[in-house]
């Protein structure tokens, strides 16, 4: 059971408030298929808890909806029916919805999503295919962490439903040789644990990989109860991580993909994308999460995206890039009410560990490159996280922040000031050129920033006005 309150844009909404319960509702019915009482009462004292705090917080929408547990009970409706009476409304979804709204979710979250997409929760898996920013042809397996055991004779049962249900869909066909997209607290324990074991220096589970064949050893790599992964994941996720562990394995067996990528969006944000307008889906959401974080912190109103453009001339950059530089512009001046030992910690922390999706731990390493350099400060603080990248790409974002710098500097945070200078290159030189009769703008700090961004790109630094 879980409550979620969202705030901001539309298209990338900002979770203000989250909380769960793991009620186990999905644990297995009685010998009539009905609900297992525990999990029912731990269920509706939630959604009471729940209630109230919608009032107090005075949320203006609320959705509620059930999946497989609730679904597949031979009580559902009755359970349903006492929700009501809680005060909430409660939509059953179907096995092709739920399939459905885990596929928009990832692709919510990473609009270039191209893949099967796998939602492991405790009564059921959900496969759907994404593709060119649609999903389509979702099923429901009955296969949940709360439903098997990792034994033997688990694995066998499970096995055999996978292929039989496999074999009369596409998704044999259609998963070969693309990404599966992993949703799900039990995977994403997985992925918690693996990046644990492995030292991995940014703990973002959001668009993490990894390799098929890590899959095994993972369930390996679990099954040896390593004393020191007890960090890693809520105790409740490790009890049913052997579980996940297996039916990952399997379904690497069974699909063969060419790579492993952790979405944390799920249905929840499917819910959300599904009711946008085709022209809000389009909306770059990592691009449109950095404008709204932004925006609250400028001095003198917002102008990332005037400073993408004044420093864009220095820069041939390729799409990729050039959206991590707008995205970088926009947070420029995130840290200015920081003390100034410490704005560029601020910077990074933002870029590393911002909720940001639709960028890779790479991509935050860019930007987290850029705001260091925006902020005074050559180096990140761990070079491990230099290793995400490559070099060529972190000297262009240190490059980047060079020029951002400058152009905080000159324009005091003022956007008009930006418009009326220019940053040009002409035949190996830099020229900064300003405005006739505003040549005071070029004080002692901005001449010091302006040649040091030449030294960066090699370049002869020539002051002109215009």
Known sequence: MRLVVYVGPARIPAPIFNEKVLAGLGSGADRLGKLPEEGRHKALAALRRFRLLLEHMKVKQTQVVAT???????????????????????????????????????????????????DLGGGSLELVN??????????SVPLGVLRLQADAEGERAARKVLKATLRNSAFGEQARG??????????????RIDMQATNFPLPITHQYRMKPARAKELRKLIAALDPKLAGAAAPQRLATSPVAAMLLELLVDELE???????TYGIREGLLYSDLKPSLRRVDPLIEGARHAGGGEYRFGQHGDLLDRWIAPLFDDP?????????????????????????????IEMALHGNWVAVNPAGRVIMAQALSANFGRDRLPDVRLTQLCKEEQLTRAHNWGAAMRLGQRISGGVG???????????????????????????????????????????????????
Request: hydrophobic fraction near 45%.
């Open 68 to 118: 497989a547990a609730v679904r597949d009970a031979a009580d559902g409706a009755d359970f349903i029916r006492e929700i009501k009476r809680i005060g909430l409304e409660c939509e059953v979804l179907t096995a092709a919805q739920e399939a459905q709204l885990a596929g928009e979710g990832v692709l919510s979250g990473i609009p270039e999503a191209d893949g099967i997409v796998g």
């Open 130 to 139: 994404a593709a060119a920013g649609k999903a389509s042809g979702g099923i």
């Open 178 to 191: 693309r990404s599966f997209y992993m949703v799900g607290g039990s995977w994403r324990a997985l992925a």
């Open 257 to 263: 993909p060419a790579q492993l990528v952790v979405s």
């Open 319 to 347: 799409p990729a890039m050039r959206r991590l530089r707008l995205a970088s512009c926009l947070l420029a001046d995130v840290a200015w009410q920081s003390n100034p030992g410490f704005r560029a910690d601020r910077g």
């Open 416 to 466: 008009s000031v930006l418009e009326r200078t220019r940053l040009a290159l002409r035949d190996g030189a830099i020229e900064l050129a300003v405005s006739h009769g505003e040549e005071a703008l070029i004080g002692d700090q901005v001449e010091r920033r302006f040649v040091r961004l030449a030294e960066l790109l090699g370049c002869k630094p020539v002051i002109a006005s215009k």
